[in-house]
């Protein structure tokens, strides 16, 4: 069964301080990972995305790492910043279907106290 | 940032209504989905379109129906609204003739979220 799993399932940080968040996954053929950021209340917004021959992928203060082989991926979130405040959701898409199927993690709900 | 809308944001209605959701996006794209998320759970696609004429049941069995007459429009409706609709609906597109500019994290077939709409039945 393709299944992504996240943890920690919460977080709370002080502002300025990094944290990383993980991602395994079990989605067989792997197409790409990608990590969305969602606030409160808000869709989804797309942070990387990475391809089975990519290590890491920097959006500024976000780099993602994906090790294909262990199908392990993580998110690094440095100096953050009270907007970091949101859930963010690992995406593992598929290349068995025309559709690309997403399969959705459960999120890992960050909150950055100042 | 992403042209796709949703409305009504949130809705608040009786059991037994009938009520649509509504979607659109200006950005050309030929995919469009809907999906469904609970508080602290993953989204669950319900309903997914090729392009126009195109509509496809999701992974997540719903009695709510969609239709694709127009490329820019996916609108969702539940004939009749039960408590277990309560639910947030998150409405995305993807791909096609796209006239967003590529911003990092993003792919040729990233899908764009609208900002959902929050669905409560009493």
């Known amino acids: 069964k393709n299944q992504v799993e996240q943890s920690p399932q919460s977080l709370i940080i002080l502002e300025g301080k990094n944290c990383t968040l993980q991602c395994n996954y079990t989605v067989s053929p792997f197409s790409n990972l990608r990590w969305y950021k969602q606030d409160t209340g808000r869709g989804p917004v797309s942070l990387t995305i990475?391809?089975?021959?990519?290590n890491t992928k920097s959006n500024g203060r976000y780099t993602a790492t994906l090790d294909a082989d262990t199908k392990q991926s993580s998110l690094h979130i440095t100096a953050s910043q009270l907007s970091d405040s949101a859930s963010y959701i690992c995406?593992?898409?598929?290349?068995?279907?025309?559709?690309?199927?997403?399969?959705f993690g459960r999120g890992t709900q960050l909150t950055v106290w100042p | 940032e992403a042209d796709i809308y949703q409305t009504p944001r949130y809705l608040v209605i009786g059991t037994g209504k009938k009520i649509t959701l509504e979607c659109s996006q200006t950005?050309?794209?030929?995919?469009m989905y809907w999906y469904q998320q609970d508080p602290g759970m993953e989204l669950h696609l319900i309903h997914y379109s090729y392009g126009v004429n195109s509509t496809e049941k999701g992974d997540l069995s719903s009695e709510s129906t969609v239709s694709r007459i127009r490329t820019e429009h996916f609108p969702l409706t539940l004939e009749s609204a039960r408590p277990s609709h309560t639910s947030q609906y998150l409405c995305a597109s993807s791909e096609g003739r796209a006239r967003v500019t590529l911003m990092p994290g993003q792919g040729k077939d990233t899908q764009y979220f609208g900002p959902g709409t929050r669905l409560t039945v009493l």
């Open positions: 990475m391809t089975f021959s990519e």
């Open positions: 995406v593992v898409s598929d290349r068995g279907s025309t559709l690309g199927r997403l399969y």
């Open positions: 950005m050309g794209h030929d995919k």
